[in-house]
């Protein structure tokens, strides 16, 4: 741990610095956001009430490829479905907005900061999840079917990399002057 510390200490305004611990913090996120994907179903599989109107476009059982039974009911898909999905992101990315601003760009934040994540976050969120849904019913029909959720859920976690590094090092917690 000295080790991390020393460089820390060494090259803690570095972007290149900041980079590789953003991504060791996202290695944390990610292993959190998995453990999540695999377990919640255990406790929302008995969801079985069907998404509403608005969502229902988005995650339908044609896109999603799914067949009736416990995640589709009456041609809709349900809540059991989408909330493992949504809240191993929501919950894992929180987790990983707070590390991040103490330990990879050590700032206290915008007062803005927290509402512009929790925006940017819903909207990626939801997005990942469709995407997440779409891989999984996919991966489920090959020989990776084991893997569905863990390998959907690895690959959303990638599409936010890409959106949340830029946005927490030059937006939320860009260092002044």
Do not use: C
């Not at 990879?104 to 994540?117: E, M, Q, V, W």
């Not at 469709?130 to 976690?157: C, D, E, H, K, P």
Request: no cysteine; glycine share 6%; hydrophobic share 50%.
């Amino acid at each position: 741990m000295k080790f991390l510390k020393d460089l820390d200490d060494k090259y803690r305004d570095s972007g290149v610095w900041q980079f590789i611990k953003f991504n060791l913090v996202g290695s944390t996120v990610s292993l959190l956001q998995l453990i999540l994907a695999n377990l919640l179903p255990a406790f929302f599989d008995g969801f079985t009430y069907v998404l509403p109107p608005f969502l229902r476009g988005i995650f339908s059982k044609e896109i999603l490829n799914l067949n009736e039974g416990i995640y589709v009911i009456n041609g809709v898909v349900t809540w059991g479905y989408v909330l493992p999905f949504f809240l191993s992101n929501f919950l894992a990315n929180i987790y990983g907005y707070f590390i991040n601003r103490n330990t990879t760009f050590h700032a206290k934040g915008k007062s803005y900061s927290l509402p512009l994540y929790f925006a940017v976050l819903i909207l990626l969120i939801l997005f990942t999840t469709w995407v997440q849904g779409i891989l999984n019913s996919y991966f489920m029909t090959t020989s990776l079917s084991a893997l569905s959720r863990t390998l959907a859920a690895a690959i959303a976690g990638l599409i936010q990399l890409v959106v949340l590094y830029p946005l927490e090092k030059y937006v939320l917690f860009k260092k002044e002057g």
